[in-house]
């Protein structure tokens, strides 16, 4: 063999090498999954007008669900300014679509504070939080990621997942859309999970 295949082969392993560890360190960071399936399992939240809500909430109508907390500097009001358009793109196609707003920071988003920010974005979209344990059990119905992380003093962030997820109107997963996604894809997707509901 000579040394021009011998390198070749060397950098193949590399290449394989580095691949392999790259999907190691994302499958440490990735959040066990729901035994049971996306969605599944029971708890009890509260909307941004204080009533009581559980998972039969995402049940009658097609949903858009997404994680995340008012603090956040960018990915959530990305997200939110997302949905505001693809409402506006849907028009009367997207009548019976639903969004939600669960917060992964419920020390700080009351439901009051979660009127003010769901409130400037579209009346349909709705703020859900509950006590940190309830917010744990949904979080891990959906296999969402989220953690506290210190800031200078008492100050706090949170890093968590950034998907939206696709709900029909059985309260079943569908699939999702990808942070900051093209709009024409995520509209198509939308329109998808409308005509199967």
Not at 67 to 96: I, K, N, Q, S, Y
Request: proline share 5%; net charge negative; aromatic share 12%.
């Amino acid at each position: 063999m000579d040394l021009g295949t011998i390198r070749f082969w060397l950098w193949g392993l590399v290449g394989v090498l580095a691949l392999t560890a790259g999907a190691g360190a994302f499958l440490l960071r990735e959040p066990p999954k729901p035994a049971s399936g996306f969605g599944t399992g029971s708890y009890d939240l509260v909307d941004q007008k204080g009533n009581a809500v559980d998972e039969t909430i995402f049940v009658g109508h097609p949903s858009a669900l997404f994680f995340g907390f008012t603090h956040c500097p960018e990915v959530c009001p990305t997200t939110m300014a997302e949905m505001a358009g693809w409402f506006e793109a849907l028009g009367d196609e997207g009548e019976d679509l639903r969004a939600y707003f669960v917060t992964v920071d419920p020390e700080r988003d009351t439901p009051e504070i979660l009127a003010d920010y769901v409130g400037w974005v579209s009346d349909r979209i709705t703020g859900l939080t509950g006590s940190p344990e309830e917010i744990a059990k949904i979080a891990r119905s959906w296999a969402v990621f989220y953690e506290r992380v210190p800031l200078e003093g008492d100050d706090y962030t949170m890093d968590h997942s950034a998907s939206v997820f696709l709900i029909d109107d059985n309260g079943e997963f569908q699939g999702t859309i990808a942070y900051r996604e093209d709009q024409t894809t995520a509209l198509a997707k939308l329109r998808m999970l409308l005509a199967k509901s």
